[in-house]
């Protein structure tokens, strides 16, 4: 067995490994970080296949970002397990019937009647200065023009939509900083009052 | 000199990773001793902003030696301490959490260039293996506030998850803005694209400027430093994500803090002075000693940043916690994206960086 392949056999037990433990453990902290490691995995074998730049976006975008904000927010779920089990018996065969469904599907398409050596050839290997973030770069701005400028106004549309979904002024009751205020305060005018105060009398001793 | 050349070949020809393996350690056991006499320098340089002396006491063989002792004397004793694991943590990711910080902070140096070729691993995607490294280190921070089982720690940790995600998107857009000058992610290109006939006038500080203060600033707040070191505020939440560390855990945190501080300062260096370029034209200096093109450069402009992340400790008051969201959200992000802009129409119509 040459070393590239048991880089991929580790990494792919890896990922299946923390794949397994995301979907069972009872702690939503630790199924977060199982997916963390699941990400890493995953970049691994993408480098093994030469997508070095998909590779690390998916640390940077995923690890970096994504799952951050998921922990930030499954940290302060006060997750109750009884009310997450109940039923679970009673919705086991529709759980089951939609795996094997999902599986099916997965099958079909990268089943060995599809996917192999002898149905698709193995690709040449790239020499050592291809430029793999360049190629991608280049078809993604040419061919493939039209869906990705779809796919960016699509995700901008999602951005307006989640700020207006959630954002809203919570009437004169709230106080809110301005900040346009705070930052044109002068420190002569704004800040100090000089006031005249007149001088006492002098005390008298007796 | 000729045997030890043909053994160092020999060994990269039989066993690559023995040869690779003292390459790291040529990178880490420097980094790491820069790391202790940066303490160091910080205590002594603050203390004498504060017109005090700073360590002055622990020498060696019994002389005080202006206090040089004194990072080897910290060690040791962080090294016999006891590590205290509160009740109700979870021991593993307690333990797991400072390595965390540590580990992304010394992998990033893999694709550093030191001088023309000499680096690790000299791969194309340099740029962006950097900026996926430097965002994981922010799990060493949120897991050790969550692991403690303490509410203060937990606290320190929400702050700099929320605080981190918002800078990496103004420091990721600045680098954009290199990547755009220079025209490769390669770490040794964008050096070797800032090579001009105007000497540090051809250097990128000068067209991105904007990008090059936002970089810094946003990498001050990266490695949580003083101005904005809320995530541990020790007059808010006492130090905030590492309150329950001891030892040598607590220890791990600090040489991971600094050790990502040297690294932002030499990644500004690299990205936007020139790296080991001489500030001096090259047909002026050519075959002068010292005065050309170096890894002497490369340190001294990495000490410049080292000097201003402790000018910055010295001087600035912590910001407020809203302050620092506006700061990053309106004002760096937006200036970005605008000098993006400006930089791809400054290289598309041959504006005199790239004529």
Redesign the interface.
């Given at each position: 067995m040459s070393f590239e392949k048991f880089l991929f056999y580790a990494f792919s037990a890896v990922l299946i490994f923390a794949a397994v433990m995301v979907i069972t453990r009872r702690n939503p902290v630790h199924s977060a970080l199982y997916l963390v490691l699941a990400f890493f995995a995953s970049a691994g074998v993408w480098l093994l296949a030469e997508a070095e730049f998909l590779a690390i976006v998916l640390v940077l975008v995923y690890v970096g970002a994504v799952m951050v904000l998921f922990l930030f927010v499954v940290m302060m779920l006060d997750v109750d397990q009884a009310a997450m089990r109940a039923g679970f018996i009673k919705m086991l065969p529709v759980g089951i019937l939609i795996g094997l469904l999902i599986a099916g599907e997965i099958f079909m398409v990268v089943g060995p009647g599809t996917f192999g050596l002898d149905q698709v050839a193995a690709p040449e290997r790239l020499p050592a200065d291809a430029q793999n973030t360049a190629v991608l770069g280049s078809l993604l701005y040419t061919v493939y023009m039209y869906p990705f400028e779809v796919a960016a106004v699509l995700l901008l549309v999602a951005i307006i939509a989640a700020i207006g979904l959630t954002h809203r002024r919570r009437g004169d009751a709230t106080k809110y900083i301005d900040v346009a205020k705070q930052v044109s305060v002068r420190k002569g005018e704004d800040r100090v009052k000089l006031v005249d105060v007149p001088s006492e009398e002098k005390m008298e001793l007796k | 000199m000729e045997t030890i050349l043909n053994f160092w070949n020999w060994l990269g020809e039989n066993f690559i990773l023995a040869q690779i393996l003292i390459k790291i350690m040529a990178i880490t056991l420097p980094l790491m001793g820069l790391v202790a006499y940066f303490t160091y320098a910080e205590r002594k340089i603050i203390g004498h902003m504060q017109v005090r002396m700073g360590p002055n006491r622990v020498g060696f063989f019994g002389y005080p030696l202006w206090g040089l002792g004194q990072p080897i004397a910290d060690a040791v004793k962080l090294m016999f301490k006891e590590i205290v694991i509160p009740t109700g943590a979870n021991k593993f990711?307690f333990l797991l959490a400072p390595m965390l910080t540590l580990g992304p902070a010394l992998a990033a140096w893999a694709v550093f260039p030191f001088d023309e070729g000499l680096v690790l691993a000299d791969?194309?995607?340099g740029l962006?293996?950097i900026?996926?490294l430097t965002?994981?280190g922010?799990?060493g921070v949120?897991?050790a506030g969550?692991a403690s089982n303490s509410k203060y720690a937990?606290l320190g940790?929400?702050r700099s998850?929320?605080q981190?995600?918002s800078y990496?998107i103004a420091m990721g857009f600045a680098l954009v803005g290199v990547l755009v000058a220079s025209g490769s992610?390669n770490l040794g290109d964008i050096v070797m694209a800032q090579q001009g006939e105007g000497g540090l006038f051809s250097w990128f500080w000068l067209p991105l400027l904007p990008l090059f203060v936002i970089y810094f600033i946003s990498g001050v707040a990266e490695t949580n430093r003083a101005p904005f070191d809320v995530a541990e505020g020790e007059s808010e939440i006492v130090a905030g994500f590492h309150v329950e560390y001891s030892g040598m855990a607590f220890a791990v945190f600090f040489l991971g803090e600094y050790a990502n501080m040297i690294l932002i300062s030499a990644l500004t260096a690299l990205m936007f002075l020139g790296g080991w370029l001489s500030p001096f034209p090259a047909s002026w200096v050519d075959g002068v000693w010292l005065l050309g093109d170096g890894f002497h450069w490369l340190v001294l402009k990495t000490l410049i940043f080292g000097f201003l992340y402790l000018w910055f400790r010295a001087t600035f008051p912590r910001y407020r916690y809203?302050q620092i969201m506006?700061l990053g959200w309106k004002v760096f992000i937006p200036i970005t994206i605008v000098w993006i802009l400006v930089v791809a129409l400054m290289v598309l119509g041959d504006v005199l960086w790239w004529a």
């Open positions: - | 990711l791969i194309n995607a962006l293996y900026i996926a965002s994981v922010v799990y949120i897991i969550w937990f940790a929400m998850a929320a981190i995600v990496e992610l809203d506006r």
